[in-house]
């Protein structure tokens, strides 16, 4: 039964740190406001010739396909006084690979809460008074085990980002430059 108490707190450990970190890396990349926020900064409505309604329906339509509540990223606006396209073609396939790789991320997100939370009640029934010890201490371990992977990951984004994407320019920017 002990082993079995910390393949629970184990999985639950990582059920949590993984739905939290779901939660948080959905919270900024759906944020908007952070995005519209981001290209004023940079200007970047005048760096891809977009106007800023423009760049505001881009993004808009950007972030409601990515979260599936939209078919296409079909959106026209005036780039450098001419209406066209805001997406090409190459970065519509590219955006349709990236948003089918995100769709199921909520799923995932509730499924860890889920079974979070199924195997705590498991570890309350089986390991009642250790219960609280197990958790803390799996919880411990995985909280490392994580923070070092991000740790190595920071360390081989930061010598060549490039590299480390796979040679992407990118998923999903509009194909003006700047952008």
């Known amino acids: 039964m002990r082993v079995i108490s910390y393949i629970l707190a184990a999985v639950t450990s990582v059920c949590l740190i993984g739905a939290l970190f779901w939660s948080c890396l959905e919270s900024v990349a759906f944020d908007k406001a952070y995005f519209m926020a981001e290209y004023q900064r940079l200007d ?16 808009q339509a950007l972030l409601d396909y990515m979260r599936g509540d939209r078919d296409n990223i079909d959106v026209q606006a005036a780039i450098n006084g ?63 085990a994580v923070g070092t992977a991000a740790a190595l990951a920071a360390v081989m984004i930061t010598m060549d980002f ?3 994407w796979n040679g992407s320019t990118g998923c999903c920017s509009p194909t003006t430059s700047g952008f």
């Open 162 to 164: 490039a590299r480390f």
């Open 82 to 144: 001419v209406r066209g396209e805001v997406f090409k073609l190459q970065k519509r396939r590219t955006c349709r690979t990236c948003s089918g790789s995100i769709c199921w991320v909520p799923s995932v997100r509730y499924a860890l809460w889920v079974l979070g939370g199924v195997c705590v009640l498991m570890l309350l029934f089986i390991a009642r008074r250790e219960s609280g010890r197990m958790l803390s201490r799996a919880y411990l371990i995985t909280l490392i």
């Open 44 to 59: 970047r409505a005048e760096a891809t010739g977009l106007t800023q309604e423009g760049l505001d329906a881009a993004t």
